[in-house]
Nanobody, 117 residues
Framework: QVHLVESGGGLVQPGGSLRLSCTAS????????VRWHRQAPGKERELVAG????????TYADVVKGRFTISRDDAKNTVYLQLRRLEPEDTAVYLC??????????WGQGTQVTVSS
């Protein structure tokens, strides 16, 4: 059975850091492009970062460039999103999406990140 599970969210003060994990089971994540999205209350879902299959190319939204880093550990079937210098505007549910071709498109349930003093 296919699963994609995010973890690592929590409450952090402005300027703090978190590392989010997206772990796959039932399929080989290295063959998939993986994207992190986020959705804040009352706002549209926003693409934050992406990494190509086998990790060759990474992309970032301008609002997180220089603060967030996406990486993958294929041995652990996991993609990470390192969040640094967090701001209250980064508060959202962060969701992981794995895509392979036009048919295989999996989403996790999300992990909450709250940035507040």
């Amino acid at each position: 059975q296919v699963h994609l599970v995010e973890s690592g969210g929590g409450l952090v003060q402005p300027g703090g850091s978190l590392r989010l994990s997206c772990t796959a089971s039932g399929f080989t994540l290295s063959r998939y492009a993986v994207r992190w999205h986020r959705q804040a209350p009352g706002k549209e879902r926003e693409l934050v970062a992406g990494v190509s299959s086998f990790g060759g190319v990474t992309t970032y939204a301008d609002v997180v460039k220089g603060r967030f880093t996406i990486s993958r550990d294929d041995a652990k079937n996991t993609v990470y999103l390192q969040l640094r210098r967090l701001e209250p505007e980064d508060t959202a549910v962060y969701l992981c999406n794995a895509v392979f071709g036009s048919v295989n498109d999996y989403w996790g349930q999300g992990t909450q990140v709250t940035v507040s003093s």
